[in-house]
């Protein structure tokens, strides 16, 4: 007859002897390989973030460009000439504009005898002034030195241009000859268009301009 602990081996079937050590390894190399899975999932996601946000990026800087600011003109100071600037003589015809539409400001000195008037400057719409110059001609040497001029009676006018690199010029209006000259550049015509012109901008801006006085330049 078996006894009881006999019994209690024979209802309960032997378990396999369990590796601890090889246990233990299948764990790590399972927690390894998880790691390395994520690991390698993060750095294809970083990978595939960094091209869309070049990509992105790249699409903006090539849509919105940063916009260069424009170069800022210079403003010459421009003062009246204390003198009427001398004609040349004999009248000497030079090739070349009287004056050119880049200038940025000018200035119209009004001259009453030996006497300086008021003088007025405009900065804006300055080629309109240089453009109703471009009408005026030339004459013929022998026209131009046979040109009877009356007894200067009339006030006198210099305009002053400024251009952005500084330059400064001078033409003369000489309305007893009818003649406006730059240094040796001299035209004919009806030199009154560009005061005129002058006058128009400033009376636009709302400045009283007193020229022509009685309708008389």
Known sequence: ?????????????????????????RRVRKRRRMRGAVATGLVVALTAGALVGTQWFGDVREESPIATPPPIAMMPTLDCPAELV???????????PLADESAVNALLCVYGGSTILPSFEIDHDVASVVRAMSHLVPKEMWEMRNTACPAPARRQYQMVLGYPDGRREVLRFDMNCGILSRDEVLRYGDITRPLEAFAAIVRAEGREFPYPYAGTW
């Not at 001398?86 to 070349?96: C, I, L, Q, V």
Request: proline share 14%; aromatic share 2%.
């Open 1 to 25: 007859m078996k006894g009881l602990h006999e019994l209690l081996a024979d209802a309960v079937p032997e378990l396999p002897e369990v590796d601890r050590v090889a246990e233990v390894g």
């Open 86 to 96: 001398e004609r040349p003589y004999p009248p000497m015809e030079s090739e070349g």
